[in-house]
């Protein structure tokens, strides 16, 4: 008994960290119906910054809400700069671009600030509260991954700005015809994804340490907790996120053996798709055509 | 027909220039490639960007050292030229690099390529075509086979020694305790979890109660820590990555488990995995060692370190003195030197070869005392002595005899 509350908190925990990185995979879905596999290295790059900002001894929360401002920013200009002038090519040309921005972004950390394994800080308390089966830093990850989702789901479903956005989605044409400004919502999109990259790489490092693969696995989980909940609906991708850790770490410890969990959980994902293709929470589109 | 004939023109002169261009080069039938009266090439592939180039420096000092070696006037009159080339560990790109090196270039041999992964790419090429392929920067068991593979030998000490090491130590110091062991799922993780369990010999039962493994792309490994800490092992045995060892090490001390901790000598940097895990959660780690450790003011008054040193300033002052690749290079340079004094004017791949396997009590300057370079036809691991040491929470002390060898 012991040991499954162990692995069910390690699993929430998991799930806390490839949640908050599905959640930044969903909003630039729901603004620009693309699935972006940089994000990971941004939110990487962003965590980069942040740790550079507090080498030079900038306060934590100063410096991490300077390194969101900062990827969003930096989010709205690779819409501007890289994604814009393929936005009407194949798919295949926009994923070309996606990668490159992968492998730059990778490349750069590594040439800036170099391959080796640093510490990143958490900005809570070290000494355990609540015993040794989660951290304060794991509690902390949580709440902020449930404060983000709360704040993007007001957003999205309450604001005109977030009604605009996921109007753009889904036909740009109508809504140019409207008056809305869609080249700003697109670069918007991205610059909301990228700072919620930024806050999920901050939230990462501390976990599983700072370097330029740090998100390498966390990006297939993310991605796969995210469409296993709905990659369009960021309630979906949290729950998704949160089910797979968990489902991961107890098929790991009471079915198979470990090398085997990814792919056992991986194929459970495409089990629950056949059946509902939009993922457990997501909506059926419905297009004219 | 006047094109026809201004074409052959061309060729000719083409053929004429590229025969005149390549004449300094051209061998007397039967020679060795890669040697003239003048120089000795060789080639190895290095990972001198992506995410391993941490190790770059390993490379570089061997060039270094060898251009020191020439500076003095290199081995039995000839020049030792090493062509270090990149394969960002990408083993597609290695067999293209080593291929280039050999067919191209011409190389007598390579020499200190590194890492698993690309060397396993071009075991059956080099031994196909008969290349001399030594001193790999890589501890796998499979270099050492000299039966099929007589062209490939590996220079640090292999992974299932290592292992033997750890597990002995165990029996012999702490009988009633038990072990775990945590490895990544790889060639080089299972062969020590192989020398793990060899080492508990027919106790192998008694002793392992914990085994758990992690993939490269696994983002934490707290789920199998969870696990291991429910075996209730009184050791822990981890081989990973510094990455996943740091989270390993923190992880068994945050969950309350706190079990002695061994970690494989490969990843045992200090500011490479140490700080990162925390150095009060790695205070007490063991490990091995079979080098001296640049950092450990041990050796400040040593002749061997202050030759080290000395070649470092002069040959190498980009190259970071806490760096301890830069002293595996050093050793591995002078393993390689010393083969090609043997070979003397006799430069064949063969006696290249036989002299490899030929090292007799080699003691170099940075290997730590009582640790020495042994070969034979039927022996092809260079180095198998090493000692157990332990971390104090600040720096490596080494305790006990040399074991093996």
């Known amino acids: 008994m012991d040991l499954f509350i162990h692995q069910l908190f390690t699993g929430l925990s998991n799930g806390a960290i490839y949640a908050s990185m599905a959640l930044a995979i969903v909003m630039i879905f729901r603004t620009t119906n693309l699935k972006n596999f940089a994000q990971g290295e941004m939110a990487m790059f962003s965590a980069f910054i942040a740790w550079w900002m507090l080498g030079l001894g900038v306060p934590y929360w100063i410096a991490f809400f300077i390194t969101i401002a900062v990827s969003f920013v930096i989010g709205v200009l690779a819409e501007r700069i890289l994604i814009r002038p393929v936005m009407n090519a194949p798919l295949l040309s926009i994923l070309i671009v996606f990668f490159g921005i992968f492998v730059i972004l990778h490349s750069l950390a590594g040439w800036i600030f170099g391959y080796e394994v640093k510490v990143f800080p958490s900005p809570f308390p070290e000494e355990a509260v609540f015993g040794t089966y989660i951290t304060n830093h794991e509690l902390g990850t949580i709440a902020i991954v449930g404060a983000m989702l709360l704040a993007i789901y007001a957003f999205l479903n309450f604001t005109k700005t977030g009604l605009a956005m996921r109007g753009v989605a889904e036909n740009q044409a109508s809504c140019k015809l409207v008056g809305i400004n869609v080249n700003w919502m697109l670069g918007l999109g991205w610059g909301l994804a990228a700072a919620i990259g930024a806050v999920a790489g901050m939230l990462i490092a501390p976990v599983v340490y700072l370097d330029p693969s740090m998100m390498s696995g966390v990006l297939i989980y993310g991605f796969a907790g995210a469409i296993l909940g709905g990659i369009d609906n960021p309630w979906g991708a949290v729950v998704g996120s949160l089910i797979l850790g968990v489902v991961e770490n107890l098929l790991g410890t009471y079915v198979i053996e470990t090398e085997l969990r990814l792919s056992v959980a991986l194929v459970l994902i495409i089990a629950i798709l056949l059946i509902r293709p939009n993922g457990i929470f997501g909506r059926t589109i419905v297009s004219r055509v | ?405």
């Open chain 2, 1 to 405: 027909m006047t094109n026809l004939s201004r074409r052959t023109v061309l060729a000719g002169l083409a053929g004429a220039s590229a025969t005149a261009l390549a004449a300094p080069h051209v061998r007397p039938a039967g020679a060795t490639p890669g040697v003239t009266d003048t120089e000795i090439l060789l080639g190895q592939t290095m990972p001198y960007s992506g995410g391993a180039s941490g190790y770059a420096d390993w490379g570089r000092a061997e060039v270094a050292y060898f251009e020191m070696i020439n500076a003095q006037g290199g081995i039995n009159g000839r020049h030792v030229r090493l062509i270090s080339l990149d394969d960002g560990l990408s083993p597609p790109k290695t067999v293209e690099q080593t291929r280039r090196m050999v067919e191209r270039d011409g190389v007598l041999a390579l020499f200190g390529s590194f890492a698993t992964s690309p060397n396993s790419a071009i075991h059956r090429y080099v031994n196909s075509r008969g290349v001399p392929h030594l001193f790999l920067a890589s501890g796998a068991s499979k270099w050492a086979d000299p039966e099929n593979y007589p062209w490939t030998m590996g220079w640090l000490p292999d992974y299932p020694t290592e292992a033997k090491v750890y597990a002995q130590y165990i029996m012999e110091n702490d009988p009633d305790a038990t072990a775990s062991i945590f490895y990544q799922n790889d060639d080089g993780g299972r062969d020590f979890y192989e020398g793990f369990k060899a080492g508990f010999g027919d106790q192998v039962d008694r002793y392992l109660v914990g085994e758990q493994t992690f993939e490269a792309t696994d983002p934490t490994v707290d789920a199998q820590i969870a696990n291991l800490q429910q075996s209730g092992a009184n050791y822990l045995f981890i081989i990973g990555q510094p990455r996943t060892m740091a989270q390993a090490i923190r992880g068994s001390y945050d969950s309350g488990w706190r079990p002695n901790l061994m970690i494989n000598a490969g990843s045992a940097s200090v500011s490479g995995t140490l700080e990162p895990a925390g150095l009060d959660k790695a205070a007490g780690i063991m490990s091995v060692a079979f080098v001296k450790d640049p950092t450990d003011d041990t050796w400040a008054d040593d002749p061997g370190f202050l030759a080290w040193s000395a070649f470092m300033d002069e040959w190498f002052p980009k190259g970071r003195k806490s760096d301890v690749n830069t002293v595996y290079g050093y050793c591995m340079a002078q393993t390689m030197e010393q083969v090609l004094r043997q070979c003397g004017d006799d430069l064949s791949r063969e006696n290249v070869m036989a002299q490899a396997a030929n090292l007799r009590d080699l003691a170099l300057p940075m290997l730590l005392p009582g640790v020495t370079i042994n070969t034979a036809p039927d022996d092809y691991r260079p180095i198998e002595a090493m000692r157990l040491q332990r971390f104090n929470g600040a720096k490596w002390e080494l305790f006990g005899d040399t074991i093996g060898g």
